[in-house]
């Protein structure tokens, strides 16, 4: 029955299309409350940028679906005033203007709703509690852009407002539009179901594109801050125009679509409404764009203007997600019957004579374009056109009257009601629309939850197929969805892939989610697919690649290893040959080769040494703050001790060769028991500079991560290089003043030459004592204390060499040597000629 109707309206509008109808009468209607109405009748603005004063801005032809929505809005009027309980003996009357888009037409009738009642001005007050506007709520506008527009305009009056389709996460914000309601859900909620559509589906390489207004932008935004922790893979963020007039408009919509090419991205989502949806897919089939898959929203995907372009079905796949709405039973018929009625003469005089009880209409026609549409025009469009939140919002308004007045099932009292005493039932309590329970929440939406479709092509003809739905989770019907097709395949993402353990992503290009798998460096790891390596701790080092870090083993001069077992045993060698010299000198005590030498201090010199070399043991093994305090010390004392009892033999050569006449007045205070307190004197300034040395700062422990790899270097460090200079000077300054008392002495060949033992003994020892400050101040790994041994080992057998082992050898290989008349005066020059 209901076709036969539809069949024979349309040949009525078909005869009557050359006459002009009054359908735009029928979007105005007294009432005892108004309800002002903000929809997109008209499109495509002529002389917005061209203006130069305030004048009349003109829509060059009519949105379909913006007088379906406010048709829509009569219907549920028409039924509310139809109904005997929900506001009985009261009518609503309504009061509709076209926004077309557009800020500058949308502001006029916003600020004519605004003015009191049967008059064209705004009251300037203090206390808008008791002003009365001209409408009592208002329903719209569509686009999120126009509502942000509106909302604190309404706020600050403090009249509820309702949209049926803004969108705009920002819209939420209760503080900022504490009177702004919707009855769909937010963008957030959309976003989230685009996700995990993408999730599901395994495409995770995409572009994503946005219409350069609020409801683009912001859609966008929330996309890219969800998609980033779902594994989501960003390609390019793309922002096309929406000003189409624009002489860079073409340009930016050629740019977007190169990119794509370059980018080779096989998934697009576009956040769009249907006039910038409808030029980037009109450019991407002009300029030969292969099949991609298209995912989007409501805005464009059921919008004759997107589906009526040109070849669109050569764009390739394209899916998205509408809002779960369910249709109007009656509403199809209801526009029927009112085109019938428009084109009937007594009915639109009628109108005309009902609306002359309004004020005079300040701003002219409402819409230029509907009187002149047929049914045969409007019937494409009203099968699909959602328009259930256009009467939920009605309906919205409706209870909260209901309420407001204390209405009972039977009757209204027709008192006067302020705007701003709805709003505590909008927010509070549920109402019903269309046969379902609905109710606003905290942010003032409707979370009605989304529908996915998928655009099926038959024989030219578009089929919108629901393969899908979306509430608290998604569930997709994908036998239902044709991705694979004889030239088009299922899209991949080609660059993201997963990294293996120990390996982090590296990005490449300008993508940030295209990257290479890099292994980790040394002394990072990483034990899952991420893009950052960990740095280990400090005690801890790992290779490269490594999913874990380990702890470092301690570096030190260790006793078993081949260097220290080599440096032990020329330790050993010293020692023995020092014993063994002692032994010798000790048993020919009262020798004249022994006494010659210094007797008893020889014997000190050679423990001395005996206690150098064993102090080569406490750099070996693990140091510690005391040992490192304690090693420089008992090497400069056991050298001092060594170095006096030479100094005092190097005064009595010098003595006896470059001042004969004085030696046998001096000479007494060199032997003897005057000879040990001289020793004990050139030993006590050592021992004050090693108290100086603790004051200023010991030697001290460093536990060094660094210079090693996988270990920790413990070594000692000096902290005052000024007590280290005093230590090692002073010991420089008694070595140099013996071998500059000996290296001029000549003996004759009869006799014994104590100045050349002295003389190299002290040569090695500057040799030595060079390398190790060398070799001291610029090593800082385990090679300093083998250095420290060494040079203390070369220089203990540098002395024992040159000046002990040849006296061993006279003592033992040649004992008729040991005379008193070869050693006695042995130091004594000779006159030339005695030879």
């Known amino acids: 029955i209901m076709v036969l109707e539809l069949l024979l309206c349309l040949s009525f509008g078909c005869a009557a299309a050359l006459k002009p109808t009054c359908l735009s009468a029928q979007l105005t209607k007294p009432g005892d409350y108004i309800l002002g109405g903000l929809f997109p009748f008209g499109m495509d603005i002529l002389n917005v940028t061209a203006r130069s004063e305030p004048a009349l801005v003109v829509c060059e032809r009519l949105y379909v679906d913006g007088l379906i929505w406010a048709l829509g809005m009569k219907f549920a009027i028409d039924q509310i005033n139809n109904s005997t309980s929900l506001l009985p003996g009261v009518k609503l009357g309504y009061d509709m203007y076209d926004t077309c888009f557009e800020p500058a037409v949308t502001l006029q009738p916003s600020l004519l709703f605004l003015t009191q009642n049967s008059t064209t001005g705004i009251g300037v007050l203090c206390n808008y509690s008791d002003y009365q506007p001209r409408v009592t709520a208002i329903i719209g506008p569509y686009t999120s852009s126009l509502c942000l527009l509106t909302a604190k305009l309404f706020s600050f009056f403090w009249i509820p407002q309702v949209s049926y389709g803004a969108t705009s996460e920002k819209l939420s914000n209760t503080e900022l539009y504490p009177t702004f309601y919707r009855a769909v859900p937010s963008d957030k909620s959309l976003v989230e179901a685009v996700v995990l559509l993408l999730t599901k589906l395994g495409w995770n390489w995409i572009a994503v594109i946005g219409s350069d207004d609020e409801y683009g932008r912001g859609a966008q935004e929330q996309f890219l801050n969800i998609a980033e922790n779902h594994s989501i893979c960003i390609a390019f963020e793309g922002i096309i125009p929406t000003d189409l007039a624009d002489p860079n408009a073409k340009h930016y919509l050629e740019y977007t679509i190169n990119l794509i090419n370059s980018t080779q991205v096989n998934i697009i989502v576009l956040f769009s409404h249907s006039l910038s949806a409808q030029a980037l897919l009109e450019h991407s089939i002009r300029m030969g764009l292969s099949k991609r898959v298209w995912i989007g929203t409501e805005t ?133 629309a269309n046969g379902q329970q609905f109710r606003f929440d905290q942010s003032h939406g409707i979370s009605s939850g989304y529908k996915l479709i998928f655009w099926s092509w038959e024989n030219d003809t578009l089929q919108y197929l629901f393969v899908g739905d979306y509430g608290e989770s998604l569930y997709i019907n994908e036998s239902q969805m044709e991705l694979h097709t004889k030239d088009f395949k299922e899209p991949t993402a080609e660059c993201f892939k997963q990294c293996k353990p120990g390996q982090v992503r590296q990005t490449k290009g300008f993508h940030h989610c295209c990257y290479d798998c890099t292994d980790c460096p040394e002394n990072t790891w990483n034990a899952k697919d991420s893009s950052t390596c960990t740095p280990c701790l400090q005690h801890q080092w790992s290779p490269a690649r490594s999913t874990r870090c380990y702890d470092r083993s301690e570096r030190y001069l260790f006793w078993t290893e081949p260097l220290t077992i080599a440096l032990l045993t020329l330790m050993s060698i010293t020692m023995s040959l020092a014993c063994l010299a002692a032994v010798l000198f000790l048993k020919n005590l009262e020798t004249p080769l022994v006494q010659a030498s210094g007797g008893k201090l020889s014997l000190f010199a050679l423990l001395t040494l005996l206690l150098l070399c064993l102090s080569c043991c406490l750099y070996i093994g693990k140091p510690s703050s005391n040992i490192c305090m304690i090693q420089p010390m008992v090497y400069v004392l056991c050298l001092s001790a060594c170095f006096s009892t030479f100094f005092i033999k190097s005064l009595e050569i010098t003595l006896v060769t470059e001042f004969p006449h004085c030696a046998p007045t001096f000479l007494h205070w060199l032997t003897q028991r005057r000879a040990w307190l001289l020793v004990a004197l050139c030993l006590l300034p050592e021992c004050l500079v090693c108290l100086a040395y603790l004051y200023l700062g010991p030697d001290y422990l460093v536990v060094d991560y660094k210079s090693l790899p996988t270990e920790v270097l413990l070594l000692c460090n000096t902290k005052s290089w000024f007590a280290f200079a005093l230590m090692h000077g002073y010991n420089s300054c008694l070595g140099s003043a013996c071998f500059l008392c000996t290296f001029m002495v000549q003996t004759s060949a009869k006799k014994y030459n104590f100045a050349r033992g002295i003389t190299f003994a002290f040569l090695i020892y500057f040799i030595a004592f060079i390398f190790f400050v060398a070799v001291f101040v610029t090593l800082k790994t385990i090679l300093r204390s083998v250095a420290q041994i060494g040079t203390m080992l070369v220089i203990s057998l540098g002395i024992l060499v040159t000046y002990y082992i040849p006296k061993c050898y006279i003592i033992v290989l040649k004992p008729h040597l040991n005379t008193v008349d070869y050693f006695q005066n042995s130091i004594e020059e000779e006159p030339e000629d005695s030879s």
């Open 300 to 432: 464009w995907l059921l919008s004759d203007i997107a589906t009526s372009i040109p070849n669109i079905q050569s764009i390739g796949i394209v899916l998205g997600f509408i809002m779960k709405t369910s249709p109007l039973p009656g509403f199809q018929d209801y526009v029927a019957h009112l085109f019938t009625s428009v084109e009937q003469e007594d009915f639109c005089q009628e109108s005309r004579e009902l609306n002359q009880h309004l004020s005079p209409d300040t701003l002219g026609t409402r819409c230029r374009q509907c009187d002149h549409v047929s049914l045969q025009a409007v019937l494409p469009s009203l099968s699909r056109a959602q328009v259930e939140p256009v009467h939920v919002a009605v309906y919205s308004v409706a209870h909260a009257l209901h309420r407001a007045l204390g209405c009972t099932q039977h009757e209204c009292p027709r008192a006067p009601i302020r705007p701003w005493q709805l709003l505590q039932f909008l927010d509070t309590f549920p109402f019903e």
